[in-house]
């Protein structure tokens, strides 16, 4: 069965710093393109990053670019988000999703997506 | 504000049918695939429809997608209670260089 499992998420100042993970099984990781989108509490999907199979291509929102950074460790099946000076429009619930091909392109579509892991950036 | 434009409420009697629209531009829609995802109350979202009209395994075929130049569509036939649910549309966005999504339609089932 495939699954997306995200943990790190929790409290953190405004300023502060957050790493997400995202632990994938089931599937042969390396083989895919990974996605982070975000969800504010009460409020629509927003993307946020992604990145192909062999970190070769990365794509940020322009909302987190600069801030935020996507890797990933295939020989650990896991995907990262480093998020530096949050802020507090970055409260939301997190998830990772799988793209549909090695490579992010429009043509592709997210599935299967993690449960989330809520980040709240308060003081 | 969403990239895409979606109504923020609809709803239905079971055994309706039911359309949700979304709008975008030609820098999404116009000249990309859409995709919908259904999350249910309290859970992740779901792939529903992709590339426009394609249903992946296990989604029943009261579920169908649309396209028509800058706006797309999905309808749901034989309403059921499960249904009920937030409905968001999604596509690359080519000025943008990244995904963008609607602002959802929450699904009321009467």
């Known amino acids: 069965e495939v699954q997306l499992v995200e943990s790190g998420g929790g409290l953190v100042k405004p300023g502060g710093s957050l790493r997400l993970s995202c632990a994938a099984s089931g599937f042969t990781f390396s083989r895919y393109s990974m996605n982070w989108v975000r969800q504010a509490p009460g409020k629509g999907l927003e993307w946020v990053s992604s990145i192909s199979s062999s970190s070769s291509y990365i794509y940020y929102a322009d909302s987190v670019k600069g801030r935020f950074t996507i890797s990933r460790d295939n020989a650990k099946n896991s995907l990262y988000l480093q998020m530096n000076s949050l802020r507090a429009e970055d409260t939301a619930v997190y998830y990772c999703?799988?793209?549909?091909?090695?490579?992010?392109?429009?043509?592709?579509?997210?599935?299967?997506w993690g449960q989330g892991t809520l980040v709240t950036v308060s003081s | 504000q969403s990239v895409l434009t979606q109504a923020p409420s609809a709803s239905g009697t079971p055994g309706q049918r039911v359309t949700i629209s979304c709008s975008g531009s030609?820098?999404?829609?116009?000249?990309?695939?859409v995709y919908w995802y259904q999350q249910l109350p309290g859970t992740a979202p779901k792939l529903l429809i992709y590339?426009?009209?394609q249903r992946p395994s296990g989604v029943p075929d009261r579920f169908s997608g649309s396209k028509s130049g800058t706006s797309a569509s999905l309808a749901i036939s034989g309403l059921r209670s499960e249904d009920e649910a937030d409905y968001y549309c999604?596509?690359?966005?080519?000025?943008?260089?990244?995904?963008?999504f609607g602002g959802g339609t929450k699904l009321t089932v009467l």
């Open positions: 590339r426009n009209n």
């Open positions: 999703a799988r793209d549909s091909s090695g490579y992010p392109d429009p043509n592709n579509w997210f599935d299967p």
């Open positions: 999604a596509a690359w966005d080519d000025s943008l260089s990244g995904w963008v």
């Open positions: 030609s820098s999404n829609i116009g000249s990309n695939y």
